[in-house]
């Protein structure tokens, strides 16, 4: 059915990329900065002697010679490179109730925050502060804190390794393990599932790796949209044959057809590339059924090739000297019915089949994956099925083969590297207390979820925010809002005002921060700061425009001068120096941790340094000393799902998004234009609801058993279903708006990752709403 022109839902017809994503540029350039400044900072944009685009972890090609093309990351850069100025006199004009009112795209785009500013409850309004002011007005709440763990400092994963070390180094002297970060939301579950698995919570594949994949199983993730430099990569690899395979339920036009912009041929053409070679329309929530699958008829091809007298086709010698638990993965994949992985996975065997067909002539295998793997009640279980599948045939420690987790935030695997762990590694302690000379707290602390339970029961009363937005990003709006307005203070350093800023505690404060496109003027001179990529590639970042305003102050400055005001001379940490020259905060990162050797020099090479990866050397950091293969026995499918008229919903990025930073309404490749309020639902499961495409319905959030019921407001109203090619049982909804239905306990128990992507929900239609409408 065609909807009409004005509901903006109409289906997208051209392949992804191509002049639409040069157009896209161009018009995120316009709305937020003047053309020659906007190109002029295009072009230095992950260049070796530029900044790092704050867009994704994707690393760059190592010889890069040419601005290497990317939609996401020209906003990521102009958004932050905005003209527009959050000035105290703009938050004079509105008062705090006012702009909660506002949608997130509004808010944010208020401009640059230029002034530190507190809350005044009696006006309702931001108003200017001195540093000085704001640093004792922080110090005398966390000092009067009956106990270091009544704080939580959260880490969003554009902060610096410089920022975060000095940021956990401070935490840790203050005397606390309470480090929620965006992590917790994102790869928690890849961050607890592999190093069980293979010793190492990271990817082991590093870029060339794809030019030598035989076999390339992208599972979960979205790469036209968020993580477009990789389409580059993909597009290569189709090209010169390498079957791609891909399991994710929305058929996402990025994976199936892409023109690159960088490819002269296919501009002038308007030709385009066929990205999977196999598409497999996963139920969501069924990587883990499909995986089983997989690996079954992994198992039964070998036997079959062992019965004609060949020599099989799994890496046995891999399997006898590398790994452990081989025999009872195979004894659970025997038990394991095809029926019940059809049923759970949504695919057919035959489909399965022909994958691990595939997978078994391949000499080397990678598999890429994002939160379509990870955000789940199985998303531990998830990851490690991936990791099982690839150890059957050797495909770590090979050219071309190996794990690649797709990290999100431009620097979230660095933040980890340093330190930003509630978990507080041994070794971390131990480095921490050889170089600093203080014990830092072994006991676990609060991850994101937590984190907000904690505050919400009062046992934390403090809360301070290194970026993001994480109230806004957290499930249940509901319960995380009110939880936040208890805090008897909440402290955010950020570029751009957000919601999570409005939701005012007894006192609260924003402090302004340089961004990462930016100069970085200190004592000691210029500073560059340093990340680290999705594939373990440290390299240095500097930025180069003048600061929106004189007062910002860079991150690292800013956590320094928290700290010296908290802790007044304790611990003797010379604060100063080390902001002055941020050589010294590397250092000091070299001195505690491992594999950081000759940090600064080496990171004076183009391209930087990669950190040791265990499993690339057929290393294992387990407890056993070797790879584990992981039995997830049976298929662990939700109850809740079982029962008629229950949807799984995925809760979704559009392509006009960073997280919770709306920049603007289309979401061009899946069709839709200049709205949000939209819900993708398989035509069959409309049509037993009595519903058509273009109808207004709500999604109403289905607890666990045994959970309270749902909370008044676990409804999310007035949507527009659209008819998507989607399996039935799946639905698809954004981010964050959808959060309303994801309840705070809905988390995967092994890692604590939100269930972001497999919520149990009815459609109805809209209160109030008749046929048609
Ligand atoms: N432009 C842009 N870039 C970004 C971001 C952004 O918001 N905007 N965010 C950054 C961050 S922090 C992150 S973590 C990454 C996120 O990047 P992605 O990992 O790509 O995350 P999503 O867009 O949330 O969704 C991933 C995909 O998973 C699919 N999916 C949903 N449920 C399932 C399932 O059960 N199984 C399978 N196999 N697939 C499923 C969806 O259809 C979708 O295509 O991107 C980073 N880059
Ligand atoms: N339902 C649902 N919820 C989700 C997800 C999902 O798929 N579905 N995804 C989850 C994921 S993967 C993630 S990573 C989280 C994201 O959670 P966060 O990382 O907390 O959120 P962001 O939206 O990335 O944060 C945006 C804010 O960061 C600030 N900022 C931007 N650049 C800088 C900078 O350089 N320095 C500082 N100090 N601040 C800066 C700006 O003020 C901006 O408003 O959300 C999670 N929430
Ligand atoms: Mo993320």
């Known amino acids: 059915m065609t909807l009409p022109d004005d509901s903006g839902i109409r289906p997208y017809t051209h392949p992804a990329g191509g002049w639409d994503a040069l157009g896209a540029v161009a018009r995120a350039i316009h709305g937020q900065m003047n053309a020659v400044s906007g190109t002029r900072i295009m072009l230095r944009n992950n260049q070796p002697d530029g900044f790092d685009c704050p867009g994704c972890a994707w690393p760059d090609p190592k010889h890069t010679s040419a601005f290497e093309f990317c939609e996401n990351g ?16 703009v938050f004079q004009r509105h008062t705090v109730s006012e702009l909660l009112s506002w949608n997130d795209h509004d808010i944010e785009d208020l401009g640059r925050l ?60 203050y005397g606390t393990n309470n480090f929620p970060d965006c992590s917790n939301m994102c790869h928690e579950a890849t961050s607890v599932g592999l190093p069980q698995s293979i010793g190492i919570g990271k990817g082991t594949v590093s870029l060339e790796d794809f030019d030598h994949a035989d076999l390339i199983i992208s599972m979960g993730h979205n790469p036209g949209t968020n993580h477009p430099r990789m389409m580059t990569t993909l597009h290569a690899a189709s090209r010169r044959g390498a079957p791609i395979v891909v399991f994710n339920p929305l058929r ?195 991850d994101a979820g937590e984190a907000i339970e904690a505050i919400e029961a009062g046992r934390s009363k403090f809360l301070m925010c290194l970026g993001g937005n994480l109230a806004v990003a957290m499930a249940d709006p509901q319960r995380t809002f009110a939880a936040v307005r208890r805090l008897e203070m909440a402290v955010h350093i950020a570029t751009k005002p957000n919601r999570s800023h409005l939701l005012v505690g007894r006192q609260s404060i924003v402090l302004p921060c340089l961004g990462r496109t930016e100069l970085d003027l200190q004592a000691g001179g210029v500073q560059s700061i340093t990340v680290e990529d999705s594939m373990s590639m440290v390299h240095a970042s500097t930025g180069r425009l003048p600061p929106p305003s004189d007062q910002l102050r860079s991150e690292p400055a800013i956590v320094a001068g928290i700290a010296k005001a908290v802790l007044q001379g304790r611990h003797g940490i010379d604060w100063d120096a080390m902001v002055a020259d941020y050589g010294r905060i590397r250092d000091g990162i070299e001195g505690v941790l491992a594999g950081f050797d000759g940090y600064n020099a080496r990171i004076r090479q183009p391209g930087g340094f ?79 609801q009595g519903l058509a495409a273009g109808d207004r319905v709500d999604l109403e959030a289905v607890p666990f058993k045994g959970e309270a019921p749902a909370p008044e407001g676990a409804v999310l109203r007035n949507l527009t279903a659209v008819a998507y090619d989607i399996p039935r049982g799946s639905a698809g909804a954004y981010y964050p708006e959808a959060n309303v239905l994801v309840g705070l306990a809905h988390r995967d128990a092994q890692s604590g990752t939100p269930s972001y992507k497999s919520v149990p929900v009815r459609v109805r239609r809209a209160a109030g709403a008749g046929p048609g409408q």
């Open 74 to 89: 020209a906003k990521a850069v102009t958004w932050e490179a905005t003209r527009k100025r959050a000035t105290p006199e």
């Open 114 to 173: 230029t002034h530190p500013m507190a809350y005044d409850a009696s006006t309702d309004r931001y108003v200017q502060i001195g540093w000085d002011e704001a640093f004792a007005r922080i110090a005398s709440v966390l000092q009067a804190l009956p106990s270091p763990d009544m704080a939580e400092f959260y880490t969003s994963g554009r902060a610096s390794n410089e920022a975060a070390f000095l940021y956990q180094l401070f935490v840790r002297a």
């Open 252 to 446: 996402e036009r990025a994976l199936e057809r892409f023109a690159a912009p960088q490819d002269p041929i296919e501009m002038a053409t308007f030709t385009s590339t066929d990205i999977a070679s196999d598409y497999l329309q996963v139920k969501v929530g069924g990587d883990a059924a499909a995986l089983k699958g997989v690996m079954k008829g992994v198992l039964a091809i070998d036997a079959e090739d062992l019965a004609a007298g060949g020599p099989g086709v799994l890496d046995r010698a891999f399997i006898a000297q590398h790994t452990q638990g081989f025999e009872a993965l195979a004894d659970d994949l025997h038990a394991t019915a095809w029926a019940d992985v059809e049923r759970a996975s949504g695919l057919s065997r035959e489909s399965l089949e022909h994958v691990a067909r595939l997978y078994c002539r391949a000499k080397s295998t990678i598999v890429a994956f994002g939160m379509g793997i990870t955000q789940h009640r199985l998303g531990t279980d998830n990851v490690q099925q991936i990791s099982n599948l690839l150890m059957l045939k050797g495909n770590y420690g090979r050219p071309g083969a190996g794990i690649c987790p797709v990290r999100g935030h431009s620097n979230v695997q660095g933040n980890r590297t340093v330190g930003i762990d509630e978990k507080a590694p041994l070794a971390l302690r131990q480095g921490i207390e050889r170089v600093y000379g203080f014990t830092p707290p072994a006991q676990r602390g609060h």
């Open 610 to 688: 990669r950190l040791p990866i265990g499993p690339a050397e057929r290393v294992w950091h387990t407890p056993s000393g070797k790879a584990q293969f992981l039995v997830m026995p049976g298929l662990k499918e939700d109850p809740r799902t079982s029962g008629a008229q229950v949807l799984t919903l995925a809760t979704l990025r559009s392509h006009d998004q960073y997280n919770t930073t709306i920049y603007g309404f289309d979401d061009r490749y899946r069709g839709i234009f200049g709205r949000r309020d939209v819900v993708f639902l398989n035509a069959d499961d409309l049509a037993a």
